[in-house]
């Protein structure tokens, strides 16, 4: 290579280095302004394209709207004719959570769930036209959905961009969905109060129309601020049947009941306080135009208003009365009473069963005539002595048990095993009654014992009797049911009989020279044979026919009509028909339309 052309290729060497290096410092400067135009440094969108990046500038007249929309309480966000964010202001990322960077040039249609795109390119369209409005979810960056409402329509300049504004609505909407969910669940409340109230209403008027008590509910009339009169406003049916008063309702007391604020004066008394204070009153009263006594409970129930609650004691006040005028009867019935008693407890002395009582240690304290014949010992030997110990006593359950019944319930009765002086034992029948003061405490035992030692051996005596009847009585139906085998047998064998020596005879008839007629008797004889032999007879019993009626049937089991049984029977066809409805209605096909001998087919 010569000197020449190495100086031309150093040349063209230091040409191209120093075009590279303009060609780098260009690209520099490109990428810082770029980058100065994504940041929100200068005034200008950047979008990156298939090709290259699309740089927006905006002009002089746009700059104090920057300042506005950069400065709002809302977000704001320019689209390009795919979706694709030109811009968005710093309330638009707060509210995504993503920072401008990455939101610029991406698509809007990211952030929004799919189910939502196609309402808001509808959105789009429409803003194009007019100013439109759209509620929709965005995903912010830690994946929560936000409620947004968007705002939008306009163009930016000749370029095909939407200008949408961007209000947080997630805290609104928040609040209608709990306002929703309360409205319901007060709504079910509201229901479900609603049913109780029925259900309570129901309760009650039933309660206010079946109490047993009267009830009145009525109005005081006032005259110069003193209670006058008063009216029925509500009642129930036991009011009627209570006081014998009828369509009281809307009509004053005084109509109803001629003369009653004449006699009785402190009714109305007492009712118009009870309406004054609100204080509830209850009191007895003899109502003496109706001749009866009342003992009602009364309360205000709001203003001049009132409810009395009642029922008649004119039987308990009658009784009273008696009981008042039988009182200085029943003292000196109580000391001819004191003397007859004491006469009873000579008679105990003198009663043939055991009477003995114990106080609350056991230890006898009474021992009657009929105990010394019952057991052999005297009362100065059994009194003191510790009665079940004194008595070797057989209880049907252990001691204490006993006792925790006896003071439980009061008193005890069964059964217990005694022994007596003279060392035999006895089965006693035993009442045991506790005795109390008149605190309820506690006092003595009162035992009275009856000797069955006699009857136990005759209950005894019948249980053996009942015990060989039961077995005799199995024996019968051993040999009952053998006797049932027999006859079983029986059967069997005269039906094998009737099968191997009279039905041959009857096929050789068949085929020897008879007459119509005769040959007519040997079919029937052959029939009833045969019938006889079939279990169909055996199971028709069941069914209580008659003779004629067995004789009907076997004649509809083999197909022949009404007619042809009658000629064969030498009855009417009228008498066959009354037998076959008498068959039917005996094997259960009355008012069916099952076919008679479908059935008799069915029973064999």
């Known amino acids: 290579m010569d000197e020449k052309t190495v100086i031309d290729i150093e040349m063209r060497r230091t040409r191209l280095f120093e075009e590279n290096e303009d060609l780098r410092a260009r690209l520099e400067e490109a990428e810082r302004t770029l980058d100065a135009i994504r940041s929100g440094d200068v005034d200008a969108l950047v979008i990156e394209g298939a090709d290259e990046p699309r740089v927006y500038t905006l002009e002089g007249s746009d700059f104090p709207y920057r300042g506005i929309v950069e400065t709002m309480a809302a977000g704001a966000v320019t689209l390009d004719r795919d979706e694709t964010i030109l811009y968005c202001n710093a309330v638009f990322s707060a509210m995504t959570g993503i920072p401008i960077q990455r939101l610029i040039g991406s698509s809007f249609l990211d952030l929004m769930p799919a189910e939502h795109r196609d309402a808001f390119m509808g959105f789009i369209d429409r803003s194009q036209m007019e100013n439109s409005h759209v509620e929709l979810p965005l995903r912010t960056a830690s994946g929560k959905e936000l409620y947004v409402h968007l705002a939008g329509g306009c163009e930016l300049h000749d370029v095909h961009t939407s200008c949408i504004v961007v209000t947080d609505i997630t805290a609104r909407k928040r609040a209608e969905e709990a306002l929703e969910e309360a409205h319901e669940e007060l709504e079910e409340r509201v229901e479900a109060r609603t049913r109780e109230l029925r259900v309570s209403e129901a309760r009650y008027r039933s309660l206010f129309d079946n109490m047993l008590d009267g009830f009145a509910y009525c109005e005081m009339l006032f005259e110069d601020g003193r209670p006058a009169d008063f009216v029925y406003l509500e009642v129930n049916e036991a009011f009627e049947r209570l006081t014998g008063l009828k369509d009281v309702v809307a009509r004053k007391v005084s109509e109803i009941i001629p003369g009653i604020l004449k006699a009785n004066p402190e009714l109305l008394e007492i009712y118009g306080r009870a309406v004054s204070t609100g204080r509830p009153e209850r009191f007895e009263i003899d109502l003496k135009p109706l001749g009866m006594w009342f003992s009602i409970s009364v309360y205000g129930t709001e203003k001049n208003r009132f409810v009395a609650v009642f029922h008649n004691i004119t039987e308990r006040k009658h009784a009273e009365e008696a009981l008042r005028e039988a009182h200085d009867e029943l003292e000196q019935r109580v000391l001819e009473r004191t003397g007859a008693l004491a006469r009873q407890a000579e008679l105990l002395e003198l009663a043939h069963g055991a009477i003995l009582v114990r106080d609350l240690e056991n230890r006898i304290t009474f021992w009657n005539r009929g105990a010394e014949e019952v057991y052999g010992w005297t009362k100065a030997e059994a009194l003191g002595n510790v009665a079940h110990a004194f008595l070797h006593t057989r209880f049907p359950t252990p001691f204490n048990e006993h006792i925790e019944t006896l003071t439980r319930e009061g008193r005890w009765e069964g059964e217990l095993v005694h022994t007596t002086k003279d060392g035999r034992q006895i089965t006693v029948l035993s009442r045991q009654a506790l005795q109390r003061d008149a605190a309820g405490n506690p006092l003595a035992i009162l035992e009275i014992n009856l000797d069955i030692t006699g009857r136990k051996q005759v209950e005894e005596n019948l249980d053996i009797k009942s015990r060989t009847l039961e077995e005799v ?132």
Not at 490 to 501: A, G, P, Q, Y
Not at 526 to 544: A, M, V
């Open 473 to 604: 009585n199995t024996a019968l139906k051993v040999l009952l049911k053998q006797r049932e085998e027999d006859r079983s047998d029986l059967e069997e064998n005269i039906l094998s009989n009737v099968k191997e020596l009279i039905l041959p005879y009857v096929e050789k008839l068949k085929k020897s020279r008879l007459d119509a007629g005769q040959a007519g008797n040997v079919d029937i004889l052959e029939t009833n044979l045969r019938e006889i032999t079939s279990p169909i007879i055996r199971k028709l019993q069941s069914f209580d026919l008659t003779p004629r009626e067995i004789e009907v049937v076997s004649h509809v089991k083999d197909g022949k009509t009404t007619k042809q049984i009658a000629e064969l029977l030498g009855v009417s066809a009228r008498a066959v028909e009354f037998h076959r409805y008498n068959i039917r209605k005996k094997l259960g096909l009355e008012q069916k339309r099952s076919n008679l001998r479908s059935r008799l087919r069915s029973i064999t």
